[in-house]
């Protein structure tokens, strides 16, 4: 059986496949950004639900990148976690 980490580093060498997973890339990072947020701050996606008034599934959806947060959404978010927002923009 194939380790995930093997199975990525396989598909990752096909060229569309690349492309298609940089081109995702900003959207993973906001995902991992929210999930890492979260997780310092050993809370559930429901206690982030309450904290910012709002569905526990609309939590799960930010984090999955099913949904592009506002910015607003983004600061209610660190709030709740007890983070803060920073967007950069880089070259």
Same mark, same amino acid.
């Given at each position: 059986m194939m380790k995930l980490?093997?199975?990525?580093? !396989?598909?990752?060498?096909?060229?569309d496949v690349r492309?298609? /997973?940089? %081109?995702l890339? =900003?959207?993973?990072?906001?995902?991992?950004a929210l999930i890492r947020?979260?997780?310092e701050a050993d809370m559930?996606?429901? !206690?982030v639900a309450e904290k910012m008034h709002?569905?526990?599934? /609309?939590? %799960?959806?930010? =984090?999955?990148?099913?949904?592009?947060p506002s910015i607003k959404a983004l600061q209610?978010?660190?709030?709740a976690t007890?983070?803060?927002l920073k967007i950069s923009l880089e070259r």
């Open positions: 980490n093997d199975l990525k580093a !396989d598909l990752l060498n096909r060229s492309a298609e /997973y940089e %081109a890339a =900003e959207e993973f990072s906001i995902a991992e947020a979260r997780s559930t996606q429901t !206690d709002t569905s526990q599934s /609309y939590v %799960a959806k930010m =984090e999955g990148g099913q949904v592009s209610r978010y660190a709030a007890g983070s803060r």
